[in-house]
């Protein structure tokens, strides 16, 4: 079974720039979650989806963070325009039903540097 | 609202001997899910045990158990014959049994090493 996929796996950008990252669940996982880990930090939730719709986005910063998931697969999440203080790994999971016990399975992440 | 918290930054272990990472945790639920994650340097989460809050009995996944208190709040995770692969970052999480639907609350995490 293939994992859940994320590129790129690197990226540095100058603040005030744009940036995307891409992900593709495992298939048939219904639910796809963004998070935010910066140094030292354990990952902190940007956004849920279940299929194409938001089930939670209350910690995303909506104001320079936008995420998609159209057709209910691949997602891409963007910041426009970035800040220093979003350098930070950012982890996609996919879980197949929502939630409770249900195991999450993560990405292996994009880690951003701002400059 | 729910905190995890990891009061261990650093933890080292000889291999093949045990050591045992702490997470309490704070909620005024009843119904919750409590995991274990490891991190290697590649950066992806693997999750490396559970425990239903419901259930009395202790989660044990083969070299790895949890002590589970649940009036205490409390849920660390036991290595036992430690190996040099389980060097990572461990992070504890809890997940709600209702309300958002599967968000994952972590803690900060707790960095793990083993000396041969």
């Known amino acids: 079974e293939a994992g859940v996929a994320q590129s790129p796996r690197y990226k540095i950008i100058e603040k005030r720039q744009s940036v995307a990252f891409w992900c593709n669940p495992i298939?048939?996982?219904?639910?796809l979650y963004w998070y935010q880990q910066i140094l030292g930090q354990g990952p902190k939730l940007l956004i849920q989806f279940q299929n194409n719709g938001v089930v939670d986005d209350s910690q995303l910063p909506k104001d320079r963070f936008s995420a998609e998931r159209l057709k209910g697969v691949d997602s891409t999440l963007k910041i426009q325009p970035a800040k220093l203080e979003d350098s930070a790994v950012y982890l996609c999971a996919s879980s197949s039903l929502p939630g409770y016990g249900t195991e999450a399975f993560f990405g292996q992440g994009t880690r951003l540097t701002v400059v | 609202a729910q905190t995890v918290t990891q009061s261990q930054p650093e933890m080292s272990v000889q291999e093949a001997e045990t050591v045992t990472l702490s997470c309490t945790y704070d909620t005024s639920e009843s119904d919750y899910y409590l995991f274990w994650y490891k991190q290697p340097p590649s950066r992806q989460m693997i999750l490396v045990i559970r425990q239903e809050a419901y259930k009395q009995q202790n989660a044990t996944e083969n070299r790895f158990s949890v002590n589970f208190q649940k009036a205490a709040k409390s849920f660390s995770l036991k290595i036992s014959d430690s190996q040099l692969g389980d060097a990572a970052m461990y992070f504890c999480a809890y997940r709600s049994a209702g309300g958002s639907q599967g968000n994952l609350i972590f803690g900060k995490g707790t960095k793990l090493s083993v000396k041969p």
């Open positions: 298939s048939g996982h219904a639910t």
